[in-house]
């Protein structure tokens, strides 16, 4: 019989430095949320021991919205000849890229849907102007657009993939993964890559060379066994690979979807599981935050339960701004955030290698 004072076994494990199985990663769930975010901060300082929080100075880039893939709780898409539809001329992508570099920017995220038309030499075309002008870091793609392009290019993933690297891509987002469960893609995104196929994209990403990210979208009518299945997933590529440089895990965003629903994760639900994610994920080095999809205070709050990161800062992003949420940002707003959590801010690039460190008084 266990008393009040006995600690639950997942913490003594965890103080033990045992890697936690899935029936671990489930138990922590069921802590109090206080000891949990202590046992992920623990986690965090022991992988980045300096008093750090670093960011990216990004922009996003939605090239297109025309998609056939119908994804439920997508409010962004367009199918082909809606009225709203779009793509963005090269000219136009250039311009806003010339704002980003002018701002300091060193990371270009380029993402948009699956459009039928596009083959793999627009693309090509796209990311060798885009290099041919500017020093700039592209981060561009998901595992389910390159399944696309290798798709309608009648290409092979690998082949898809070296291509684009030849014509200047550098890492691939982990978008697309939402909860890597077969069950769970079946019921809200019938038409997109199962999760096989997802880790077999970012395997084959790593394997040439490059390496990616990895996300988890919750809230999407998982369990939170579902959570772990894909936590689990990620850490068992990462084992054989090391090709992980960060995961991100956000909350679904209901409105204007066809998934629309009152049902969704709290605050509460994401800071529990941002520490499960730092805390089960112990190959990879860093978690990002996402105040983009949570906001400004509680994406502060994540850097106490295990997040060392904060994600971009300059935006002209879509996909999210399609649901309504339009959280806004400034390297300032970033500067002000990371010292009131505690933390001295620091600009990082696509690798995470620290750029510049800011002092107490710097702002921008
Ligand atoms: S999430 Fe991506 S693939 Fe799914 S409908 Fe939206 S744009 Fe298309």
């Known amino acids: 019989m266990s008393t009040l004072l006995e600690k639950p076994a997942v913490v003594e494990r965890i103080e033990r430095g045992e890697r936690l199985g899935p029936l ?88 948009g849907g699956h459009h039928p038309n596009l083959k793999i030499d627009y693309y090509e075309e796209l990311f060798r102007a885009i290099r041919a002008r500017f020093p700039i870091t592209i981060h561009a793609l998901s595992a389910p657009e390159i399944d696309h392009i290798a798709k309608v290019s009648h290409l092979s993933i690998r082949e898809t993939l070296e291509r684009l690297r030849q014509a200047g891509l550098a890492s691939l987002p982990g978008g697309g993964a939402e909860i890597l469960v077969d069950r769970v893609r079946e019921a809200i995104s019938p038409k997109k890559i199962r999760a096989n196929r997802w880790f077999e994209v970012h395997e084959t990403v790593h394997e040439i060379g490059m390496k990616s990210t990895a996300t988890m979208m919750f809230g999407v009518g998982e369990t939170l066994d579902e959570r772990i299945e894909h936590l689990d997933r990620v850490r068992a590529l990462q084992d054989r690979t090391g090709g992980f440089r960060a995961f991100i895990p956000w909350s679904f965003t209901p409105y204007r979807s066809a998934l629309e629903s009152s049902d969704t994760p709290g605050g509460v639900d994401y800071l529990r599981t941002m520490a499960v994610a730092r805390l089960y994920l112990d190959n990879v080095s860093n978690i990002d935050c996402g105040w983009l999809t949570e906001g400004r205070k509680l994406a502060q709050m994540a850097l106490r339960f295990g997040a060392n990161d904060l994600g971009g800062v300059l935006v002209g992003e879509k996909v999210i701004e399609a649901t309504g949420v339009d959280f806004q940002m400034t390297v300032n707003h970033v500067l002000s955030m990371i010292r009131g959590a505690g933390f001295v801010p620091a600009q990082r690039d696509t690798t995470y290698a620290v750029l510049r460190e800011y002092g107490p008084d710097e702002w921008e």
């Open 24 to 111: 671990d990663g489930r138990a922590l769930f069921d802590l109090d949320l206080l000891t949990l975010g202590r046992l992920a901060e623990n986690m965090r300082w022991r992988m980045h021991p300096q008093n750090r929080v670093t960011f990216i100075k990004d922009r996003i880039l939605n090239y297109t919205n025309v998609c056939i893939t119908d994804c439920q709780f997508c409010a962004f898409y367009r199918r082909p000849r809606h009225p709203e539809s779009y793509l963005v001329s090269n000219d136009e992508i250039l311009d806003r890229i010339q704002q980003t570099v002018e701002m300091g920017g060193t990371q270009v995220l380029i993402q």
